[in-house]
C-alpha cells in the first residue's frame, strides 16, 4: 500500500512537471505564443471547440509545435524506460537501450535507406533494430539459456560490427550524407501527429508490459540462482524484458534517429530519488525521461539555427553523468 503511494504521488507530480514543460515549450519559437494561448487552442481541440486565438496561432500550436512536443515526449518515456529495464537486467550502471545492438541496426536500416534502398526510412530503421536485437539474442543463447554476459559482449560485437557498415555507406552516400547525417545526430524536426500516435500505439502497450514485470525485475537483481529459487521463470523473463525494451527502443529510434543519454542519466538520477525498486523506478523514469527529451528539444531550436536534439542531449547528459560518477552517485542498480 505505502508503495502505492509513493508511487501515486511520485507519478502524479512528475505529471505536472510534463504538462508544465509542455505548455513552456508550445510557447517558444519564431512567433511568440503566449501559455493561456497554448492552453486554450489545446483544450478546445481537445473538446472539438473553437479558441479565442488568431488562426495562425492555431496553425503553429496544433500542426508544428504540439505534435514535436508529443513526438519528442513519447521518444523519451520509450528510451528511459528501456534504459530502466537494461540498467537492471544487466546489474550495470552502463548499460542503456542501445547495449543490445537496436541502435546500431536501426542505423544500418535506416541509411540504407538514405544512400541504397528505396524504402520508407522509418520501416527501414525499426526492422533493422529488430533484426540486430534478435541477432544478438541468438549469437548469446546456447541450449536454451542465455547468460547476461555473453548478451552484453555480443551486442558490443554487433554494434561494432555494424558500426562498421555505416562507415562505409557513409562514405559512399554522396548527396545523401547530410541527410544520413543529420538522422544519426537524432532530430524531432518535422514531426507529426501521425508519427507520434504510431509510436505511442507501440510504447504505450510495451511499457505496461515492463510494469507488470517490475516485481521480478527487483528479484532479478538478486542474482539468477536467487530468482529461481524465489519462482522466477529466469529465461522466460529475460526474454520477456529484452524483447519489449528493444521493441520500445526500436520504435524511438525509427522516428526519432539516435538520441543518447536519455536512458543512460534519466535512471541514475529517479534511482537516486526514489531508489532501486522498479515498481516506483519504471514510471518515474519514463515521466521524467519525456520531460527531459521535451526540454532539450526546445532547447534545440530555440536559437537561430536549430540543433538535432541529440546533440543537445548529449551536451546536456555527459557532464552531468561525469558529475554523478565524480560524487559517486553512479551506483550499480
Known amino acids: 500500500m505505502r508503495t502505492s503511494v509513493r508511487t501515486g504521488a511520485w507519478v502524479g507530480g512528475l505529471l505536472g512537471a510534463l504538462v508544465a514543460v509542455t ?3 508550445a510557447t517558444i519559437g519564431p512567433v511568440a ?3 493561456g494561448s497554448v492552453a486554450d487552442i489545446a ?13 495562425s496561432h492555431r496553425t503553429i500550436v496544433m500542426s508544428i509545435r504540439l505534435p514535436r512536443i508529443a513526438l519528442g515526449a513519447v521518444v523519451g518515456f520509450a528510451l528511459a524506460s528501456a534504459g530502466t529495464v537494461m540498467q537492471g537486467f544487466f546489474r550495470n550502471p552502463m548499460a542503456d537501450p542501445s547495449i543490445v545492438g537496436v541502435s546500431a541496426g536501426a542505423a544500418t536500416g535506416a541509411v540504407a535507406a538514405i544512400v541504397a534502398v528505396p524504402v520508407a526510412l522509418p520501416a527501414a530503421a525499426f526492422v533493422g533494430a529488430l533484426i540486430a536485437a534478435f541477432g544478438v539474442y541468438l549469437l548469446a543463447s546456447e541450449g536454451g539459456r542465455t547468460p547476461v554476459q555473453t548478451l552484453l559482449l555480443a551486442g558490443i560485437a554487433v554494434q561494432t560490427f555494424l558500426g562498421a557498415v555505416v562507415s ?7 548527396r545523401d550524407l547530410r541527410e544520413a547525417i543529420y538522422w544519426l545526430m537524432g532530430h524531432l524536426h518535422h514531426s507529426t501527429w501521425t508519427e507520434a500516435i504510431v509510436a505511442a500505439a507501440v510504447v504505450i502497450p510495451g511499457f505496461l508490459g515492463l510494469l507488470a514485470y517490475a516485481r521480478d525485475l527487483n528479484v532479478l537483481l538478486l542474482g539468477e540462482e536467487d530468482a529461481h529459487s524465489l519462482g522466477i521463470e529466469v529465461e522466460r523473463t529475460k526474454r520477456l524484458l529484452l524483447t519489449v525494451s528493444s521493441l520500445l527502443t526500436a520504435a524511438a529510434v525509427a522516428v526519432a534517429g539516435v538520441i543518447g543519454f536519455v536512458g543512460l542519466v534519466v535512471p541514475h538520477v529517479m534511482r537516486l530519488l526514489v531508489g532501486p525498486d522498479h515498481r516506483v523506478l519504471l514510471p518515474t523514469s519514463a515521466l521524467a525521461g519525456a520531460s527531459f527529451l521535451v526540454a532539450t528539444d526546445t532547447v534545440a531550436r530555440a536559437g537561430t539555427a536549430e540543433l538535432p536534439v541529440g546533440i543537445v542531449t548529449a551536451a546536456v547528459g555527459a557532464p552531468f553523468f561525469l558529475y554523478l560518477l565524480r560524487k559517486r552517485e553512479v551506483r550499480t542498480p
Open 33 to 35: 505564443i503566449g501559455a
Open 23 to 25: 505548455l513552456a515549450s
Open 43 to 55: 483544450l478546445a481541440a481537445a473538446v472539438g471547440g473553437t479558441a479565442n486565438a488568431p488562426a
Open 168 to 174: 562505409f555507406m557513409l562514405v559512399s552516400a554522396g
